[in-house]
Antibody
């Protein structure tokens, strides 16, 4: 099956760290740019970060720049998000999503992993 | 960054109605616009890309139009399965932004 499966979410104290993972299957992972997006409880969608196929180009939303690091391992069909200096406002469901260049849109999403930042 | 403004925020309609959701970009994005549908507890689903191209498997009652800064998503005849939240998303720069969402409710 073509799918993305996120893991690594949980409860963390403000200032803490967490590493999210996304396992891809059923498609040529190394040929797609990949992204992390998030959705705070009851709120809209927010793009967080993107990484190109060979990790040459990496971009972040201003809200996470300097605190989060995106990476990928094409040999293991995996995407990662290292989150440091977490804030209460980082609480959200974090989605891994495949960017379909020909469609200029996010054509495949995971089910999300919940990150809760609270003292 | 390009800001996306959707309207209305909430829309009440009945099965069989024709509804239109609008999305306005803060600067021209050509046709680099996508529409997504999200149901409670589920990930978003791509409906339309490049402003007007229907994703495979999406019913033909959905359509998109527009270019530049003004875009619309139209559902020609609402079905029970269509009650959900809809988001527009722009791709014009390396920062992707979404509209705030339109919640489509049953009247």
């Amino acid at each position: 099956d073509v799918q993305l499966v996120e893991s690594g979410g949980g409860l963390v104290r403000p200032g803490g760290s967490l590493r999210l993972s996304c396992a891809a299957s059923g498609f040529p992972f190394s040929t797609y740019s990949m992204n992390w997006l998030r959705q705070a409880p009851g709120k809209g969608l927010e793009w967080v970060s993107s990484i190109s196929t060979s990790s040459d180009y990496i971009y972040y939303a201003d809200s996470v720049s300097g605190r989060f690091t995106i990476s990928r391992d094409n040999t293991k069909n995996s995407l990662f998000l290292q989150m440091n200096s977490l804030r209460v406002e980082d609480t959200a469901l974090y989605y891994c999503a495949r960017f379909d260049g020909g469609r200029s849109s996010f054509g495949l999403w995971g089910q999300g992993t919940l990150v809760t930042v609270s003292s | 960054d390009v800001q996306m403004t959707q309207s209305p925020s909430t829309l009440s309609a009945s099965v069989g109605d024709r509804v239109t959701i609008t999305c306005r970009a803060s600067q021209s994005i050509s046709t680099w616009l996508a529409w997504y549908q999200q149901k409670p507890g589920k990930a978003p689903k791509l409906l339309i890309y490049r402003a007007s191209t229907l994703e495979d498997g999406v019913p033909s009652r959905f359509s998109g139009s527009g270019s530049g800064t003004d875009f619309t998503l139209t559902i020609s005849s609402l079905q029970p399965d269509d009650f959900a939240t809809y988001y527009c998303q722009q791709y014009n720069t390396y920062v992707y932004t979404f509209g705030q969402g339109t919640r489509l409710e049953i009247k």
